[in-house]
């Protein structure tokens, strides 16, 4: 699902709610827990082996193994705060979040799609 270099504008600030969102490796086991819910599907609240972190995951990512998952390929919770008027280039969008580099400041991270236009 990779359509890079398309350029949104931020139509509604957005600040993280987490301080230390969680990375994975691929290969990574994590313990699996809820669902995402009706807003956000295909998330799931996985955990770190040694209960390190914990974080939302895309299902999409994760090899199902009973109550555990192993992750198929390298992943970051790293969400962005942004302001209204902020530019940023998609790199990748699953599950109603892109994953986008800001303009400004080359920071990376996710944003929901529905704080953001597409501008091209």
Request: proline share 2%.
């Amino acid at each position: 699902m990779l359509n890079k270099n398309s350029e949104y504008i931020v139509v509604k600030k957005y600040r993280t709610e987490f301080d230390n969102p969680i990375s994975l490796i691929k290969g990574e086991k994590v313990i699996l827990g809820e669902e995402s819910g009706t807003i956000w599907t295909n998330w799931i609240l996985c955990t770190k082996i040694d209960g390190s972190n914990k974080g939302w995951v895309p299902k999409q990512i994760i090899n199902i193994l009973n109550e555990y998952g192993e992750i198929i390929e390298d992943y970051s919770a790293k969400e962005l705060d942004v302001d209204i008027g902020t530019f940023v280039i998609e790199i990748k969008e699953l599950n109603g979040w892109l994953w986008v580099k800001n303009k400004n400041t080359n920071e990376i991270g996710w944003l929901p799609m529905e704080n953001l236009k597409k501008i091209n």
